[in-house]
């Protein structure tokens, strides 16, 4: 039998996933609070529904990546105070985000999301570890391809250049 052969949960983390498991947590407790906030400015249900979705996949995450590292006895990094709703109405409209800019806000943070539980994962030996991540990327991975499907149907979606080859031109 090799090393680190036994039960994962027996083994220690290495610096690597260490790093990447708290920063990781970092960067989705402060998406949860931006989340929350930004819910309080979105007029279209749908985009409400996936901000809800968002909030609730954060808070799993959370929590999942929170017990691995109490159990390895890492310090946790801080929580953002749960913010407040509000009432959409009362937010002046130049101050207020629009429906469009949540979207694209939200479209930009999972795919910032997939490629940090990708990495995660590549620089995992632990199998219990990278097949956390990767239950993270696959929610992720899904929750992204609704928030494109909605931002296609609602006209949000902003394509960049596309490339039109012609046939036959060298």
């Not at 749908?46 to 995450?61: S, W």
């Amino acid at each position: 039998m090799g090393i680190l052969s036994g039960n994962p949960k027996d083994e220690p983390m290495h610096y690597g996933e260490v790093f990447g498991a708290w920063s990781y947590l970092l960067t989705v407790k402060g998406l949860i609070a931006g989340y929350q906030t930004q819910l309080n400015h979105a007029g279209d249900e749908d985009l409400q529904k996936l901000l809800i979705e968002a909030i609730e996949g954060g808070q799993q995450e959370v929590r999942q990546i929170e017990a691995l590292l109490k159990e390895n006895e890492v310090v946790l990094p801080p929580t953002p105070p749960e913010r407040p709703k509000a009432c959409l109405d009362e937010i002046p409209a130049g101050a207020r985000f629009q429906d469009p800019e949540i979207a694209a806000i939200l479209s930009m943070n999972i795919s910032s999301g997939l490629v940090a539980c990708s990495a995660i994962m590549g620089q995992s030996i632990r199998e219990d570890i990278a097949m956390m991540f990767g239950q993270f990327h696959l929610a992720k991975a899904t929750l992204g391809a609704k928030v494109l499907r909605m931002n296609k149907e609602k006209g949000w979606l902003v394509p960049p250049p596309l490339h039109l080859s012609k046939a036959g031109v060298c």
